[in-house]
C-alpha cells in the first residue's frame, strides 16, 4: 500500500484534514501486513466502477483501492537543524511515498499563524527550504563518504558522484531535487538515500467558506511543469473525493478489478505493470505461475451483463504475460 504524508506548518490545518479524511477509512482488516496507529489512515479511492460490477455479481464484499494518508508532525523553520519536531518530522516523511504539502489560504483572527500572517507562497517556501537543507545535508554527507572508492577511481562512485554534484548545485540554488529531472538509471543509483525533494507532492489548498480566503498561484518549476495542487474545506468536507483521486494519479497508480459473488474487489497498480506484475497484487505467486489471464473491460462487461454475454460478444480476451494491464480491466488470472 503507497502512503502520502500530510505536511505544512503548524496550525494551517493539517490534523483537521487528516481527521476529516479518517472519517472516511476503510476496515484495516482487510488490508494485511499493515500496522495501523492514530496517525494513519486507509482511505478508499472514490470508483464508482467496482460498485457497479459488485452490484452485477452480486458480490458478498466490495474492496476498494486505498491510499494511505499519514499525519506528520508540524514543521517549523530551522528542522533540518533539529529545531522543533524536525528530526521527527524528516525520519517520517523519509517513509512516505508522496507528499500532500498543505497550506492554509483562509484568513481566521483565531487561528493562530506561526508567522502572524497568511501568506501562501511564504509557507510553501520555508518547508520547502527545510526539505531541501535536509537533502543537502544527506548528499553532502554520502559525497563525503564516497573519498576512498573516488580515489580509487571506481567506475560507480564516479557515476554516483556526477549526480550528488548535480543535486549540490540544486540544492544551493535552493531549488527541490526534482528540478534536476534524473533519468530512471540515475535515481536507482542514488535510491537509497530516500531524498524528501525527489518524492512526488500534491498541494492542498486549505480553504475556509466560513472566512476570507487568499488567492494563491504557484509557481510553475523551472522544468516548465505546473505544480499540481487541489482545494479543500475539511470543515465542510469538500474537495476530498478530487483530493484523493490525484493522489492516486500523482503516485503513477491505475486500477483494476476482479469480481465475483464472493467479492469484488480493486486492485492497485503501477502504471504500465504487465499481467503477471499486476498480479502480483493479489498474490506474489501470480508473477511466477502466471499462464495467461482473461480480460474485459468493466463498461463492456456491464453492457452484457455478465460473463456469459460479454464472451459471446468477443469482448472477453486471452492475454499472455507480455500484456499491459489498462485501467478499468477486470481480470481472471489462469495460474
Known amino acids: 500500500m503507497l502512503s502520502l504524508g500530510i505536511v505544512g506548518l503548524p496550525n494551517v490545518g493539517k490534523s483537521t484534514l487528516f481527521n476529516a479524511l479518517t472519517k472516511k477509512s476503510v476496515p484495516a482488516e482487510n488490508y494485511p501486513f499493515c500496522t495501523i496507529d492514530p496517525s494513519v489512515g486507509i482511505v478508499p479511492v ?57 497550506v492554509r489560504t483562509f484568513v481566521d483572527n483565531s487561528i493562530i499563524h506561526v508567522e502572524n500572517k497568511i501568506n501562501p507562497i511564504d509557507d510553501i517556501g520555508v518547508i520547502n527550504l527545510e526539505l531541501v537543507l535536509a537533502d543537502f545535508e544527506i548528499v553532502t554527507k554520502r ?6 572508492e573516488l580515489k580509487k577511481q571506481e567506475k560507480e562512485a564516479v557515476a554516483e558522484e556526477v549526480i ?20 530512471d538509471e540515475e535515481k536507482f543509483k542514488i535510491k537509497s538515500l530516500n531524498l524528501l525533494t525527489l518524492k512526488p507532492m500534491l498541494y492542498v489548498l486549505n480553504t475556509s467558506e466560513a472566512s476570507e480566503n487568499v488567492e494563491i498561484k504557484l509557481p510553475t518549476s523551472s522544468a516548465g511543469r505546473p505544480e499540481i495542487s487541489v482545494k479543500v474545506d475539511p470543515v465542510f468536507d469538500k474537495g476530498f473525493d478530487e483530493l484523493i483521486t490525484k493522489s492516486y494519479e500523482l503516485l503513477g497508480l491505475e486500477t483494476y478489478f ?22 502480483m497484487a493479489i498474490h506474489t505467486d501470480f508473477r511466477d505461475k502466471f499462464i495467461r489471464a482473461e480480460v474485459v473491460n468493466w463498461r463492456d462487461l456491464l ?30 488470472f489462469k495460474i
Open 46 to 102: 472514490p470508483d464508482d466502477r467496482l460498485y457497479k460490477l459488485s452490484e452485477l455479481s452480486k458480490s458478498e464484499k466490495t474492496i476498494p483501492a486505498v491510499i494511505e494518508f499519514v499525519d506528520i508532525a508540524g514543521l517549523v523553520k530551522g528542522a533540518s537543524k533539529g529545531e522543533g519536531l524536525g528530526n521527527k518530522f524528516l525520519t517520517n516523511i523519509r517513509e512516505v511515498d508522496a507528499i500532500a504539502h498543505v
Open 143 to 148: 559525497i563525503s563518504s564516497l573519498s576512498k
Open 303 to 332: 453492457d452484457a451483463g455478465g460473463y456469459v454475454k460479454a464472451r459471446e460478444r468477443g469482448k472477453v480476451r486471452t492475454e499472455g504475460k507480455d500484456y499491459i494491464v489498462k485501467d478499468g480491466d477486470v481480470i481472471e
Open 258 to 279: 476482479t469480481t465475483g459473488t464472493d467479492e469484488s474487489r480493486a486492485w492497485t497498480i503501477k502504471i504500465g505493470s504487465t499481467a503477471p506484475v499486476a498480479g
Open 164 to 183: 550528488l554534484k548535480k543535486l549540490i548545485k540544486i540544492f544551493e540554488e535552493g531549488k527541490m531535487a526534482t528540478e534536476v529531472n534524473l533519468n
